[in-house]
Nanobody, 125 residues
Framework: QVQLVESGGGLVQAGGSLRLSCAASGRSFSSYAVGWFRQVPGKEREFVAAASWSGGSTYYADSVKGRFTISRDNAKKLVYLHMNSLKPEDTAVYYC??????????????????WGQGTQVTVSS
């Protein structure tokens, strides 16, 4: 079992940056793929970014490519989402998620069976 706790959300102006953190607890964290998803009221939760168990492979939604970077530190059991050039449309609750890494499904919601409680990101225009 893995427990996830996000932090780092807040209010930022368009064009600014934020770094989200996800602290994991539990055994075998390095066996898990990790992902970030986001959700706005009335819409489906959508994929943002993911990293394989080692962090050697990363995946991004087209809407954030070139602006967001996912990274992980398995020794510290931390996952980060560095967000640059933020836009008002990035406003959402951001969730950290994890699943045992089988080498597929990184950008799909269904394989993820561990979720954090979410952190709000608001980008003002």
């Amino acid at each position: 079992q893995v427990q996830l706790v996000e932090s780092g959300g807040g209010l930022v102006q368009a064009g600014g940056s934020l770094r989200l953190s996800c602290a994991a607890s539990g055994r075998s964290f390095s066996s898990y793929a990790v992902g970030w998803f986001r959700q706005v009221p009335g819409k489906e939760r959508e994929f943002v970014a993911a990293a394989s168990w080692s962090g050697g492979s990363t995946y991004y939604a087209d809407s954030v490519k070139g602006r967001f970077t996912i990274s992980r530190d398995n020794a510290k059991k931390l996952v980060y989402l560095h967000m640059n050039s933020l836009k008002p449309e990035d406003t959402a609750v951001y969730y950290c998620a994890a699943h045992i890494d089988y080498g597929l499904g990184y950008d799909q919601r269904s394989p993820y069976d561990h979720w954090g409680q979410g952190t709000q990101v608001t980008v003002s225009s």
